[in-house]
Every structure is written in C-alpha cells, then in structure tokens.
C-alpha cells in the first residue's frame, strides 16, 4: 500500500495545500478528504495519480479545507463517466452531517449530466461510528474521534498481514480512541506548529496540538512510525527540519514530516 500527501497544510495556508492524502493499491485510489478546491486536481496530476483508478472517497468533516475539493473530485469523474473514460462507481463515504452538506451543494453547483449519475455510479453513503467496510481489499473502520468543534471521523485500515495505518483526523487524540489506535503500525496525528511557537500559533485556541504534544501521544501509545500533517506554513523551508528536531525529544519512532506530494510505502 503506498500513501500520498496531497497536501500538509492547514485551513488557511498558501504556500503548500490543504491536508488530503490517497491510500493506494494495485492500481486503485482510496481518497481521504480534497482540501478547499480544484487545487486537488492539481495535487493528483503533479503526483502522477491517475484520477479514474478513485473508487473511494472519504471525508472526515465538513469543514471547507477538507470537503469543498471533493466536489471536484466528483465532477471530473462524472465528466469521465460521460465521456467513457471511468469504469465503474465512487463511493463517497462520511458521517451524517457531511453527506447532506455535499449532497446539497451537488445538487446545487452540479450540471444535470453530472447529477445524474448520483445513486447510480456517484454513491453517497453515510458511515456510522465503528462501522467497517472493504476498501482497497482491506477492511477499513470509521470512528468518531469526539471532536470538540463540528463532528468528526478518523479510519483505521488493515493492510498486510494484520497491519493497520490509522488517521485521527485534525484534532488532538483522544483516549477513548484507544481501541482504532493501539497496536497501530502507522498513526497520522495533526501538529499544527512547534511547542515553542505555540504563543504565535495559538494551536489550543482552534484545538489542535503541537509537534512536542503529538510525538508525546505517540510515544506513549508505542507507535512504531508517525506521520504529523495539518501544520502551518510560515516554515515551508525548514518545516521538515525543525519539526523532526522538536518532535525527536518526544519520540523514538520512525518520524515523518511529509511535504506536500511526499509518499510513503507500507
């Protein structure tokens, strides 16, 4: 299974892309959320993604940095359905309160040739807390990570031989979370800049964590490898550099601070 970093950054960066990210194999893409615009076609180009191998999408909240690109997303492949370019149907999964929002604004900002393949070939489907379901061939699970600001979902996704990579979402972990994220092999957790930058970022205001608190968690937890994303982007250069160097005082594991378009191989 190969992961791809669309993007790193969080609501309001420009110098890299909104957090999204693609699980991919055997020739077929498992989209997590598509940041705030067509930017995601751009993202899945620059990464060599073919967009036709998309079959299944999920979208952990409705906050517009992480589902207005999945709109997109859903109008290129109901182009491609037109023109006999995809094979196929898309699975668009997330909780109920995402679903009805992008229903809404299909319904709304969609072309009738695109609508119409909604139900048909471009399925919503609205997942419940620990719900399982088969993706990429491997039995993935939805859980609500108890967001403090809107409803939230992270996943977690087996792939060989019992392995799981698990993504918390945008916030903090949560304890209650334990049973998706102990035993993990892989743990994506938000880091939204340095401890000792906290002052400037104000990170607890908009309840996120730093770098220092996430490699905390991690450790804790026994993580062997960790990636942090949703950061700020004042530090684009030396992003990677400094948050390794901060995060290395907390943990012991194998750390990464992708930039955008970086992937991993599991």
Partial sequence: MKLTMLGTGMAMVTACYNTCFILEEKDEGFLIDGGGGNGILVQLAKAGIDWKSIHHIFITHKHIDHIMGVLWVIRKIGQGINRGEYEGCVEIFGHDQVIPILQ?????LLQDKIKKHIGSRINFRVVQDGENRQILGHEATFFDILSTKDKQYGFTIEYGEGKRLTCCG?????????????????LMLEAFCLDGEA???????????????????????????????????????RRKELYEAEGRQYYRGNLCVPDDLESYIF
């Avoid at 809404?104 to 709304?108: E, F, G, N, P, Y």
């Fill in 199 to 237: 002052d400037v970022f104000d990170p607890y205001e908009k309840h996120h964590s730093t770098v220092k608190e996430a490699c905390e968690r991690a450790q804790e937890l026994e993580i062997p490898n960790l990636i942090l994303y949703h950061t700020e982007d004042t530090h684009m250069e």
């Fill in 170 to 186: 945008d916030e903090p972990y949560n304890d209650q979370n334990s049973q998706y994220v102990k035993g993990s092999e892989w």
């Fill in 104 to 108: 809404d604004m299909a319904d709304t």
